[in-house]
């Protein structure tokens, strides 16, 4: 059974936007928060500390890309940063 994977954020950078959308992620922003609706490739996991988790994708060759995203949650979703980062 595959489950919707949902992001509410309120601060996204660009290059984190773009590379979730080159993965056909879904992104509506409004009122100052984007919705994220992860495509079913996504690989989400808990980063370092609580507060983190990871978005990642597979390559070709079944490895992790080099590029990741990072989610840093907060309580008042306005306040969650999502990032790119390298491996």
Same mark, same amino acid.
């Given at each position: 059974?595959?489950?919707?994977?949902? $992001?509410?954020?309120?601060? !996204?950078?660009? /290059?984190?936007?773009?590379?979730?959308?080159? %993965? &056909?992620? @879904? =992104?509506?922003?409004?009122?100052?928060?984007? $919705?994220?609706?992860?495509? !079913?490739?996504? /690989?989400?996991?808990?980063?370092?500390?609580? %507060? &983190?988790? @990871? =978005?990642?994708?597979?390559?070709?060759?079944?490895?992790?890309?080099?590029?990741?995203?990072?989610?840093?949650?907060?309580?008042?979703?306005?306040?969650?940063?999502?990032?790119?980062?390298?491996?």
């Amino acid at each position: 059974m595959n489950t919707a994977k949902v $992001i509410t954020s309120g601060n !996204i950078s660009e /290059e984190a936007q773009a590379w979730l959308l080159s %993965h &056909e992620c @879904t =992104i509506e922003t409004s009122l100052g928060l984007s $919705i994220i609706l992860l495509s !079913i490739e996504a /690989e989400v996991e808990r980063g370092q500390y609580d %507060h &983190e988790y @990871t =978005i990642a994708f597979y390559d070709e060759e079944g490895e992790y890309e080099p590029t990741y995203a990072v989610v840093y949650l907060e309580i008042d979703a306005y306040e969650t940063r999502i990032s790119l980062e390298r491996r």
